[in-house]
């Protein structure tokens, strides 16, 4: 059998492509963006084949969601990947993960006014969809500790007592800290959250993405007990770079949570992709290779940036990164404004993301995309290392 590779170091020019990444961000060329969390990497092969099956078609009419197809290559996916099984009927589709499946939770599981916990420093569009969705914010910050994040489970207790937190919404593994959750953690979480009457929704987008032996623990497979009352979801997105398709699903074992779920689906009047939901499927079932050679590929870039770090600004602490292609980088040694330390990067002709937007705790670090050709990362990081040396940082 053919064992296929795929050539990380190609390069690929997204400039004026309509990229949020290059054309946004990057001002169509005018900066290296390191920040928006997609890659430049070519989706694998087998994915762009099965696509242009579909557009050579030439009729792009109404569809009709192979349930089947789709919930089994998810199956086959959690099998191949983490050694569980799955039951079919637990998959439920949505249209991405913040703007389909959390909204259209939060519509089934509160209403208007109740709270939903978080753990800053975490992904900004939660606060914008729970807003947005006329939710109020509870935050269980996380704590940094001799470099590494952890829960903070004291002020967890305190804060699921409250009745109005309907809600505890995990990243498993979190963005932007780069933690794997491991067993013992989220059990622990699970029993606080149980006392309390507090549902656990799990975002795990993240989870192929794990490097040193780190293994992500799907929140609902903790127990058997957990697996009924977890709700998870997650997408292909991140690890195969299909994240435009905006396919997303939902892994629901508590038939009363689907029958809630499928209800407020139904109200939405929601469709699907008819491409996306084939790239979806095609990945799970075709593309392992691939997400193996680009783990390997992201940790040598993220050695590349920690040895960086190490030789030309020591003082600049690197969180340990056990996941995700996202490194958060603690500059408070700089002494800087946020605003000050922002500029920094721009002026030196890199963007990236502020850790203010993740949180009052992100004050002082930054968010590093180094999912990127070697090649751009280091004439990034070339930039960077003149403009610190030209402005004598200590």
């Known amino acids: 059998m053919m064992i296929l590779t795929h050539n990380f170091d190609e390069p690929v020019n997204r400039i004026n492509t309509d990229s949020f990444k290059w054309d946004y961000e990057g001002e169509s060329g005018k900066y290296i963006p390191l920040g928006v969390a997609d890659t430049d990497f070519k989706s694998p092969q087998p994915v762009i084949d099965m696509l242009h099956k579909k557009v050579d078609l030439g009729v792009y009419a109404y569809g009709y969601l192979p349930q089947h197809r789709f919930a089994k290559s998810i199956c086959n996916w959690y099998y191949k990947r983490y050694g569980l099984n799955v039951n079919e009927e637990a998959i439920r589709y949505s249209q991405g993960l913040m703007t389909g499946a959390l909204w259209m939770l939060l519509d089934a599981f509160t209403r208007p006014g109740d709270k939903i916990l978080i753990q800053p420093p975490v992904y900004n569009t939660f606060n914008v969809v729970i807003k947005g969705a006329g939710r109020f914010i509870e935050t269980n910050e996380l704590k940094l500790v001799d470099g590494r994040y952890e829960m903070d489970f004291d002020d967890l207790e305190r804060k699921t007592a409250d009745p109005r937190v309907r809600i505890l919404l995990v990243c498993n593994p979190h963005n932007p800290v780069g933690r794997v959750w491991t067993k013992e953690e989220l059990l622990r979480v699970y029993e606080i959250c ?32 957990a697996k009924n009352n977890i709700i998870v979801m997650s997408s292909p997105s991140k690890t195969f770079n299909l994240a435009c398709f905006y396919s997303a699903y939902v892994v629901m074992n508590n038939k009363a949570l689907r029958d809630q779920y499928d209800v407020v689906y139904s109200n939405y009047h929601f469709d699907y992709n008819y491409f996306g939901i084939e790239a979806l499927i095609t990945s799970y079932n075709e593309c392992d290779y691939y997400v193996d050679q680009f783990n ?94 030209s402005k004598n940082i200590k």
Request: charge should be neutral.
């Open 194 to 225: 149980k006392k309390n009457n507090v549902l656990i929704i799990s975002d795990e987008i993240h989870g192929d993405i794990v490097y040193n032996g780190a293994k992500h623990t799907p929140f609902f497979s903790i127990s058997e007990d």
């Open 296 to 389: 390997e590929y992201l940790w040598k870039n993220i050695c590349i940036v920690k040895d960086f770090i190490k030789n030309t600004m020591p003082e600049v602490k690197v969180i340990e990164q056990e996941s995700t292609y996202l490194m958060w980088l603690d500059f408070r040694a700089w002494n800087l404004t946020q605003f000050e330390l922002m500029n920094f990067f721009k002026d030196s002709g890199v963007k990236v993301n502020d850790g203010m937007n993740y949180g009052k705790n992100g004050l002082g670090f930054v968010r590093v995309n180094i999912a990127c050709q070697t090649a751009v990362l280091e004439k990034a990081l070339s930039c960077i290392s003149k403009a610190y040396k």
